[in-house]
């Protein structure tokens, strides 16, 4: 099986470098999947969980990601986000402290931009807690 040159960039960190056999993503009308060879294109990265399997036969890695944009290109894959993290490192009392928050927020009298920023929110906090298995009802 083929594979490609994967790049995953936060702000805060260089994620993963490495070659990649298969990237599942979560693009603006559901989930996208990029293998070798596959076409160039730019497209944007919704906030949910992007899943890569760095060898053939192993196991999908799985990060929670905020929204960014990805790059294909001549077999490489550049994927630049405003934050990735693995389920593992997600403190589950602050992502359902930034959901109650976000809530709140939404609740209240806002600007168009205040809105948008608050279902941001609100879509991360729940994309992180899902990642760890926490329920979360969409209230």
Not at 110 to 125: P, T, W
Request: proline share 4%.
């Amino acid at each position: 099986m083929s594979s490609f040159e994967l790049k995953i960039v936060a702000c805060d960190r260089l994620f993963y470098q490495g070659e990649c056999h298969s990237l599942i993503f979560p693009g603006y009308d559901g989930e996208i999947e990029i293998m070798a060879n596959h076409a160039p294109m730019v497209t944007m990265v919704e906030i949910g969980e992007l899943r890569y399997r760095p060898e053939e036969h192993a196991d999908w890695q799985k990060v929670i990601v905020s929204d960014g944009f990805i790059q294909v290109d001549h077999n490489k894959v550049n994927v630049t986000v405003y934050s990735a993290e693995r389920p593992e490192e997600i403190d589950t009392f602050r992502a359902e402290a930034a959901m109650e928050r976000a809530r709140e927020q939404l609740q209240q009298k806002q600007s168009i931009k205040e809105y948008r920023i608050s279902q941001a929110s609100l879509a991360r906090a729940m994309a992180r807690l899902k990642s760890t298995g926490v329920h979360t009802d969409p209230k």
